[in-house]
């Protein structure tokens, strides 16, 4: 790729200036070579648009710099300690699940995962058929999604399930699986509409999850606030 | 990498020494707990993400194949687990937040330093949750927890060059942001 060090032109062009201001953070970080840091500055010296967006990015920093962050006192660590110390014997007691999800939430929220699975068949309809290779493909993952879903309780409640996969088609499945309350319904919904409305980006996520451990986050990245406002209202109507 | 004093502790505390965890927690919960802060912008959530980061910890920790740092490992579930929690807040409170959103941008016409000041403090927080989760932990280890671009992509997965564009990304969705507080002393 190439850097602003590189670009040999004199003249303020629009791709000097462009590549000038995104090396802005990094400059005003200090973060890049000497030869690159020379070139801007010597850029910014001579260039007023350049250098009011050095002087709007610095104040911006500046400005986030008086975010306040308290410290919590002694007492605080002393009683998380505590805490933590109680929810690991609680956890190694036999009488109480690993999960941090109540037993009494899991509940009404699987028979929700399973409206959740009917309402992906729904969308999904006419069924498509069983991927030919060994990728997975959407149906694989709402037939697998299905089988699980009677032995969700102990299988997949436990969140490091999520946070740590197995095996990379693990992660959708348990995602679904292990939902706990109502906000994470709609968020798994969310992801039935998305894949209604656009079922190549879903392929694609799909396709990602055979190399990645966390692709559920890469096409929740991608929603907009539009589509929230959307299903909330769908789901409204479908859970409320 | 095995021989280093953290792995020292982890081999210990593998061993049944309990102890070892707890120097562990003492070295690392304060980091933990700002990461948490700074992603999520509440102390009663990020103390109880920490709470929960360690308990997991505790429970994992049998599965450390000791081929990154400690803290590399304990960070990654930290912004995970805020990930998580800061979808979960989303999409309970999404119709809120835009009406929060609504009401400050309704404000701006308000005259005065003192509440513009007062301002500020809301306006920041709310720049900073609405960064997309991952962008906003990105920024919150490197700017306030500074850790190296490095660090942040091996916490996070993804390479430095990602991480660095997602940070200079950040900076600049603030910016447009905050940008009506660029004057204000």
Redesign the interface.
Known sequence: MKTFADHTERRHSRTSCRLVQ?AL??YLEGQLPAGERDSIAAHLKSCPRCAAERI??Q???T??S?????E?DER??ME??G??RE??RD?RAPSRR?S?VPARAWAPAAVAAAMVVFVFLWWAQPPLPPAPGPRPTLSHLELEGRQSLKALGDTYQD??A???PDSPGDSLVSLLAALP?P??I??QA?LGVKMAEEPDLWESVIEEETH???PV?AL??ELS?DQ??KL?VQLNRLFG | MDTTPENELIHKFLEGEQWAFDRLMNQHQKKVYRIALGMLGDHDEAADVTQEVFIRAFRSLKNFKFESRFSTWLHRITVNYSISRIRHRQIRNHLSLSEVSHRLTSNLGRPGRELALKDLGEEIEQAVASLPPKQRAIFVMHYYEELAHKEIARIMGRSEGAIKSSYCQAVKKLRKRLNRYEDLR
């Open positions: 995104a953070v990094e709007s990015l104040k911006t920093l400005i986030m008086r975010r306040e962050f308290p919590p605080f660590w998380l300690k805490r933590v929810g690991i956890d690993s941090p969140s490091e999520i946070l740590f309350r906000s994470e709609l968020e969310l990645s451990e966390r986050d929740l990245e606030e929230l406002r909330s």
